[in-house]
């Protein structure tokens, strides 16, 4: 017995997956060289969110159709163009900040705007070198007819729920069954939280917080609302370990960084002399991208102990399978 209280799971199912869909398109066409950045940004979440629920929403669909993995890809195409776009934007904004906040400084600071500066301008000209694979990722979208598709494949949905009147207790039993897996992949990862070097482990785990925190939230209006406090924990233990993660790449970018740019000035000037100038701001900044990463890490791990202790994950489960939990978020007896 699952703990679903809608009355129309398809239509609801149908709704949330729309819902995603146009405000990806309605952000898309926002998209240009020059436009706020804020376009991408919802575009991109949205079409996160939106493979989110086409995975989690499966079982609804229509018996018969293999739209699904179709879908779901060309989606997870036009979702890796948007994120490598607003990744490096956010980079871009980041380092503005930093070179805005060394500007009126002494000339200690200042001797660090060279370095940074080039910085800039190789993330400024990877972005701009970006912009055309951007644009091409949107217009074969457009062209795919993916959306189309895809509101014809709810379009039936629903019809067939209202006209077959279709059981949807397995089917949800099946949705909850799907959330679990999420919330079991993110528990294993557990086993690396401790290892301050497992970078690619804990960006792993990143994402699977995400997915569980985007599937609790779709789920929570179905659930009559029991989901919203686990969800925004979920999403808290996201945040962390996404602050973590932009530290990491700055820590991996940083020295290849440095190596190709004694490449250029040795072949440019024919000596490395030049080079010297932007050598302390780039270290600069890898040790403050060191040092706030050691902070942040420990943060985390204090916070991922408590929720376990806490119960968390027990608590998600419970929730998603219809089970009453105890105060340490396990499961009661029947």
């Known amino acids: 017995m699952n703990s679903f209280v809608s009355e129309d799971p398809f239509r609801y199912a149908a709704e949330t997956l729309l819902s995603f869909l146009s405000r990806f398109e309605e952000q898309a066409a926002g998209i240009a060289p020059g436009a706020d950045i804020e376009f991408l940004h919802r575009a991109r979440v949205a079409t996160r969110r939106l ?17 699904g993995r179709e879908q779901a890809a060309s989606v997870r195409r036009v979702t890796n163009a948007l994120g490598a776009a607003r990744d490096l934007d956010v980079q871009i904004l980041f380092l503005r900040e930093k070179i805005a906040a060394l500007v009126p400084a002494a000339e200690s600071g200042k001797a660090l705007l060279p370095g940074l500066n080039r910085l800039l301008l190789r993330k400024t000209q990877s972005r701009a ?9 949107l217009l074969r979208w457009r062209d795919s007819g993916t959306s189309d598709r895809l509101r014809e494949s709810l379009r039936r949905a629903v019809m067939a729920s209202e006209e077959r009147n279709a059981p949807t207790d397995d089917r949800l039993a099946r949705i909850a069954a799907q959330a679990e ?4 992949s993110a528990r294993s990862f557990d086993l690396f939280v401790r290892d301050e070097t497992a970078v690619t482990e804990l960006h ?10 985007y599937m609790l939230e ?3 209006p179905l659930s009559g609302g029991a989901l919203s406090d686990v969800a925004d924990r979920f999403q808290a233990l996201q ?34 002399r ?8 780039a270290e600069f900044l890898l ?33 998603l399978n219809g089970r009453g939990s105890n105060e340490n978020g396990e499961a009661a007896d029947a």
């Open 51 to 67: 493979r989110a629920a086409l995975s989690l929403f499966a079982p609804l669909m229509p018996e018969g159709r293999d739209d």
């Open 129 to 137: 070198r970006l912009e055309g694979r951007l644009i091409r990722a």
């Open 181 to 184: 897996r999420e919330l079991r």
């Open 204 to 213: 792993e785990l990143r994402k699977a917080t995400k997915r569980v925190r």
């Open 218 to 220: 779709m789920l929570d």
């Open 239 to 272: 945040d962390d370990l996404g602050a973590i993660h932009d530290c990491d790449v700055w820590i991996a970018e940083i020295p290849p960084f440095l190596a190709r740019e004694r490449e250029r000035t040795v072949a440019y000037f024919g000596s490395p």
């Open 274 to 281: 030049p080079f010297a100038r932007i050598v302390a701001g």
């Open 287 to 319: 040790d403050d991208r060191r040092a706030e990463r050691s902070t942040l890490y420990g943060s985390f791990v204090k916070t991922w102990e408590r929720e376990l202790a806490d119960g968390l994950f027990g608590r998600a489960s419970d929730l």
